[in-house]
Each structure stands twice: as structure tokens, then as C-alpha cells.
């Protein structure tokens, strides 16, 4: 299990196989970037207000590792993380 803190922002299941949920208590808009291991965009969700759990969609994807970049708004620091997506 993972707290979600104030201002913060989380990924789940790892590995995952066709979703991933990201989830924030802040209710701040966030932009989520989650790239390839090549460095191409995956998926984006920008300016989006988080309070809760947003659902993405990775079925179309290809087994992997994904690095997933999020961002709050009116935080100066940038969450990083990496997921394993296995089928």
C-alpha cells in the first residue's frame, strides 16, 4: 500500500498490465507525462484536476518499462517514477 500525501502524486500497480492509476489528494490540477524507454511520449494528461484516482489506459502499449513524470501545480519539484508494464 502507498499513502498519498498532500501535494503528491502516485502511480499504481507495479508492475502493471493494462491500467495505470494515478492518484493525488492535493485536488491541484497535474501534468503526467509517461514516456518509452526510447524517450517518446506515451501518454499526456495536462493541467488535469486530480483529487482522487485518473485511470490510464496502457493496453495499447507495448510490454516494457515506462518512466512517468507528474508535475503539481504550484509545486517546484517534479515526481518521477518508473512501471513495469507485463501482460
Same mark, same amino acid.
Request: charged share 20%; glycine share 6%; no cysteine.
Given at each position: 500500500? *502507498?499513502?498519498?500525501?498532500? =501535494?503528491?502524486?502516485? %502511480?499504481?500497480?507495479?508492475?502493471? @498490465?493494462? $491500467?495505470?492509476? !494515478?492518484a &493525488?489528494? #492535493? =485536488?491541484?490540477?497535474?501534468?503526467? $507525462?509517461? /514516456?518509452?524507454?526510447?524517450? +517518446?511520449?506515451? /501518454? +499526456?494528461?495536462?493541467?488535469?484536476?486530480? #483529487? =482522487?484516482?485518473?485511470?490510464?489506459?496502457? @493496453? +495499447? $502499449?507495448?510490454?516494457?518499462?515506462y518512466? !512517468? &513524470?507528474?508535475?503539481?501545480?504550484? +509545486? %517546484? $519539484?517534479?515526481i518521477?517514477? *518508473? !512501471?513495469?508494464? !507485463?501482460?
Amino acid at each position: 500500500d *502507498r499513502t498519498v500525501n498532500e =501535494g503528491a502524486a502516485v %502511480s499504481f500497480p507495479n508492475p502493471a @498490465s493494462d $491500467r495505470i492509476f !494515478i492518484a &493525488s489528494a #492535493s =485536488g491541484k490540477n497535474v501534468t503526467v $507525462r509517461i /514516456y518509452n524507454t526510447l524517450g +517518446e511520449l506515451a /501518454y +499526456e494528461m495536462v493541467n488535469v484536476p486530480l #483529487s =482522487g484516482i485518473q485511470v490510464v489506459d496502457m @493496453s +495499447e $502499449r507495448a510490454e516494457g518499462i515506462y518512466h !512517468i &513524470s507528474a508535475v503539481v501545480e504550484g +509545486e %517546484s $519539484r517534479v515526481i518521477n517514477e *518508473r !512501471i513495469v508494464l !507485463i501482460r
